[in-house]
């Protein structure tokens, strides 16, 4: 028997003692069925699930079987219930937006059906909870912040406030500065499986932007230069990054500006670097993937001129292109952050929609308010949410009145009918579910794919050898599997305190990106390859990658893997965050309003469509704005 890494580490898959893929065969009718299987124990509770969550077992099986292996589910003669007024397929954001903006506009008797594939709403907004002896600690295992909230859209502007969201107070409940208290920065480690040595050092390139509003690192030169000595790699690849950190070069000075704009954009940072630095790649590697956790693609699938406008080590030198590029920075302190990140937006959504299933009516008691989710699916209710479901088919009646959604639940098929359907699903999926989407759609809808991600959330004990080595944020270079660690955002909101002292239990939130670098494959390719290969790990090898790597980060401390690590979630999204085009492998003029994501959101009739990969925008206002557009389309019938 295989020994198991963290004996203690809860690695559970199960809700209420029952595997989520089970299946009753029992001869009874439909209606019949149906409620038995709809049944929720008051003990649901997935929030408090670990393992490998996000598209967890049992949520992605059935989709898989109609667009890996054309399986038809068929359609039920009977009806599962009565008829709604609005199916909505997918409980992310979007999907619940789409539920909140059809009953206010419409009035609050409408019925509405939710139903999505997971065992709990809310899409990617993904709220994991741990108990650390004693001590409840609640953090995000997908969507992070509400980003820039002063430049919404007047509607997702109102959406939020009408849902008691005040982003305003977040600048109270987020310490910004938090770990400059206990003198923190950022480091670099090398391990020694690929460098020889375990090596953790202060980061010489760091100073940037910084999510938690720390200060700059604020350490000179010669220090910094100091720190890049001490890489394990060859001379000429350190004097290479000393050279682009303190003497950067403009090779394209003598060119005019739109010229020098096309020159940047028709390479890479990775050629770039190479090209105009002779830096070979053990140098260049070290910076390859700064980009990942924004882009999910590294510097080798992205433009020089991207890299001049998030600012990477080298690109000050471009710096006036920026304004001409992008126009005035407007950007907003990332701190519109609950503990549970955007999962708040969800929940506060839920909130209303089925105001008896979240306890209370302000967002600082959202923040520990357990949700009932047996009340989600009630009889009788206006508004029903049904997890575990899984549209198969998604069809307009002969005579085009209603449309009739197929889910499967519990390996049975279910049939339900609407006047109207938002599909607030993985954009991908819907031409293999509702064959009425004409072709030039699908070719358009097909066009992008989600990017892969990888949240994990590590609950320590105590976070004293962070506090004794000076940092709060690790990067890895070329790391296949956690290529950052970052100590949890420093936000105390209601009765929810954030880790006081390095004594106390803290998260600490690693990300990993799966791609195909350095092979020439654009972005698109790195993602469907990088969803292949995030199908096949495992638990146990991100586990395992966990302990050997604060084994070696922490050498020289008390650090002990199996006394400090409480507990392990890793949040797994083989399709994640929606695709936003890029000026190195996309038209230079696609963006959120132009591209093929227009056409590949064409409303069907009495179908529309609302996700965030419609707006070709991974962030929660684009997924508000795909569902204020996708109702208003609805309303109109």
Excluded at 459 to 471: D, I
Aim: charged share 25%; proline share 5%.
């Amino acid at each position: 028997m295989k020994k198991r890494i963290l004996p203690h580490i809860n690695r559970r898959d199960f809700l209420g003692g029952v595997a989520l893929v089970s299946a009753s065969g029992a001869l009874i009718s439909p209606m019949e069925l149906f409620a038995q299987q709809s049944s929720i124990s008051s003990d649901y509770y997935p929030p408090s699930l670990m393992g490998l969550r996000g598209s967890h077992v049992g949520s992605f099986e059935v989709a898989h079987s109609v667009s890996w292996e054309g399986k038809d589910w068929g359609v039920p003669k009977d009806q599962t219930d009565d008829i709604y007024d609005m199916v909505v397929v997918g409980g992310g954001i979007s999907g619940l937006s789409a539920a909140f903006l059809y009953q206010q506009k419409m009035g609050g008797g409408k019925r509405i059906l939710i139903i999505d594939n997971h065992d709990d709403f809310g899409g990617h907004a993904k709220r994991n909870e741990f108990d650390v002896d004693g001590k409840k600690i609640i953090g995000y295992g997908g969507s992070q912040t509400i980003q820039d909230p002063g430049h919404y859209s007047p509607e997702a502007s109102k959406l939020l406030k009408d849902i008691s969201i005040e982003t305003d107070r977040f600048y109270d409940y987020f310490k910004m500065g938090y770990f400059n208290e206990w003198s923190m920065s950022g480091a670099i480690y090398f391990p020694k499986s690929k460098y020889g040595t375990d090596r953790l050092i202060k980061n010489p390139f760091s100073g940037g932007f910084d999510l938690f509003g720390d200060s700059k690192d604020g350490f000179g030169k010669a220090e910094r230069m100091d720190k890049i000595r001490e890489f394990p790699i060859s001379v000429h690849g350190q004097d290479t990054l000393i050279k682009l950190l303190f003497d950067p070069v403009d090779p394209f000075f003598d060119l005019p500006t739109e010229e020098k704009i096309n020159q940047l954009r028709g390479i890479t940072y990775m050629d770039y670097l190479q090209k105009y630095y002779d830096m070979p790649k053990e140098a260049s590697h070290i910076l390859r993937d700064n980009s990942k956790g924004l882009w999910g693609v590294g510097w080798d699938a992205l433009s020089a001129l991207q890299a001049v406008i998030m600012n990477e080590t080298g690109m000050g030198v471009f710096k006036e292109l920026i304004e001409i590029v992008e126009g005035p920075d407007h950007s907003e302190p990332y701190i519109a952050h609950f503990p549970d990140g955007n999962a708040g937006v969800a929940r506060s959504l839920v909130r209303k929609l089925i105001p008896k299933a979240v306890p209370g009516s302000t967002m600082e008691d959202l923040v520990l308010a357990k949700v009932k989710y047996d009340l989600l699916d009630q009889s009788g209710s206006n508004v029903r949410i049904r997890l575990n479901s899984t549209a198969v088919n998604v069809r307009h009646t002969v005579d085009q009145s209603q449309v009739d959604v197929t889910y499967i639940r519990g390996g049975k098929p279910y049939r339900v009918r609407a006047k109207h359907v938002i599909l607030a699903c993985y954009n991908n999926i819907i031409p293999y579910i509702c064959p009425e989407v004409p072709q030039k759609q699908v070719e358009a809808i097909n066009y992008a794919t989600k990017m892969p991600l990888v949240y994990t959330n590590i609950a320590l004990r105590n976070w004293r050898p962070f506090a004794q080595l000076g940092y709060n944020r690790i990067k890895i270079p070329t790391e296949e599997f956690h290529h950052s660690y970052v100590l949890d955002f420093p936000v105390s909101m209601g009765d929810y305190v954030f880790s006081e002292n390095p004594d106390q239990p803290i998260l600490v939130h690693a990300t990993c990106v799966p791609t195909m670098p350095d092979q020439g494959y654009n972005a698109i390719e790195q993602a469907k390859l990088g969803r292949l290969k995030l199908y096949q790990w495992t638990f146990e090898q991100f586990e395992q990658s966990i302990v050997n790597h604060f084994t070696g980060m922490f050498k020289g401390t008390d650090f002990d893997a199996e006394r400090d690590i409480a507990a392990i979630t890793v949040n797994r999204w083989p399709h994640g965050y929606a695709y936003e085009y890029n000026d190195y492998s996309d038209d230079k003029d696609f963006g959120p309003e132009k591209g093929p994501h227009i056409a590949g959101r064409a409303q069907i009739g009495r179908i529309s469509i609302a996700n965030s990969d419609a707006s070709a925008y991974a962030y929660v206002n684009g997924a508000i704005d795909a569902a204020y557009r996708a109702v208003t389309e609805q309303i109109k019938i």
